[in-house]
C-alpha cells in the first residue's frame, strides 16, 4: 500500500469555480502535512503547510483529518494560474523521510 | 539568493554509460535531498545528507546508484552503469535542517533518457 495516495485526476474547472483534492495516507504516526505544487515541467514548490486546526492562506485553504487519515486542498475562485499538479506530502516525525503522492492535475479553463 | 543549482539539466546517454548529476544546495542548509520523478512512480526519494553524512539511502533503487556529499555546497548522484529503466527526472532539494517542519527548496532537476 503506498503510503499518499491521491486521485491523478485530471480536474477540469471553469474559471472562477471551487475545486477540493483530497490525499488519504496510510501511517497514523505522520505528523506533518504540506501541499507543494508543480507546473509542467519545472520542479515542486511549497504552496502551504496543512496544519491540525486548518488553514488558509487567501483562496487556498488546507484541512488535515487525523482520524480518517486525510488532508484536503479547496481553491476558491480559481484562476488559469492555479492550473498546475498538486502533490501531497506526508513527513514522520521519525527521521526525514517525505512522502509524496503521485499528484492531482488541475486545469482551469476560460 | 541563486536557489538550488542542478547539472546538467538535460542529459542523453546510451545505456551502460555512467551518469553523474551534481547539485549546489541553497547556502546555509544542511539538509540535501535526491528525488527521482516519472509518470508512473511519481516523486521517490532516493536519499538525503544531514550535514554532509548520509541518512537514509533506503530508496537508492540498487548498486548502480551511489550519492556522495564531499563538502556543504556540493553534492553528486552517479549512476554506473546506466539502463533505459533509469530515465526520469531527478531532483536535488536542500532544506534549512533535518526537521520535518523545514521546507524543502527544490532545484529546477535533470532530466535524464537513457537510450
Known amino acids: 500500500r503506498k503510503e499518499v495516495e491521491q486521485d491523478p485526476g485530471p480536474f477540469n474547472v471553469p474559471e472562477g469555480a471551487t475545486v477540493a483534492f483530497n490525499c488519504t495516507y496510510s501511517?497514523?504516526?505522520?505528523?506533518?502535512f504540506f501541499w507543494y505544487r508543480q507546473d509542467c515541467r519545472k520542479e515542486p514548490k511549497l504552496l502551504m503547510s496543512?496544519?491540525?486546526s486548518g488553514n488558509e492562506d487567501g483562496r487556498f485553504t488546507a484541512q488535515l483529518n487525523r482520524a480518517s487519515q486525510y488532508i484536503s486542498l479547496l481553491i476558491r475562485d480559481s484562476k488559469l494560474s492555479d492550473s498546475a499538479t498538486y502533490l501531497c506530502v506526508v513527513n514522520l516525525n521519525t527521521g526525514n523521510q517525505f512522502y509524496f503522492g503521485t499528484g492531482t492535475s488541475l486545469t482551469v479553463i476560460p | 539568493d541563486a536557489g538550488v543549482i542542478q547539472s546538467p539539466r538535460h542529459e542523453v546517454t546510451e545505456m551502460g554509460q555512467e551518469v553523474t548529476l551534481r547539485c549546489k544546495p541553497i547556502s546555509g542548509h544542511n539538509s540535501l535531498f535526491w528525488y527521482r520523478q516519472t509518470m508512473m512512480r511519481g516523486l521517490e526519494l532516493l536519499i538525503y545528507?544531514?550535514?554532509?553524512?548520509?541518512?537514509?539511502d533506503s530508496g537508492m533503487p540498487e548498486d548502480r546508484f551511489s550519492a556522495k556529499m564531499p563538502n556543504a555546497s556540493f553534492s553528486t548522484l552517479k549512476i554506473q552503469p546506466s539502463e533505459p529503466r533509469d530515465s526520469a527526472v531527478y531532483f536535488c532539494?536542500?532544506?534549512?535542517?533535518?526537521?520535518?517542519?523545514?521546507?524543502?527548496?527544490f532545484g529546477p532537476g535533470t532530466r535524464l533518457t537513457v537510450l
Open positions: 532539494a536542500s532544506s534549512g535542517s533535518w526537521r520535518v517542519t523545514d521546507t524543502q527548496y
Open positions: 501511517n497514523s504516526a505522520s505528523q506533518s
Open positions: 545528507f544531514n550535514n554532509n553524512v548520509p541518512i537514509d
Open positions: 496543512v496544519y491540525s
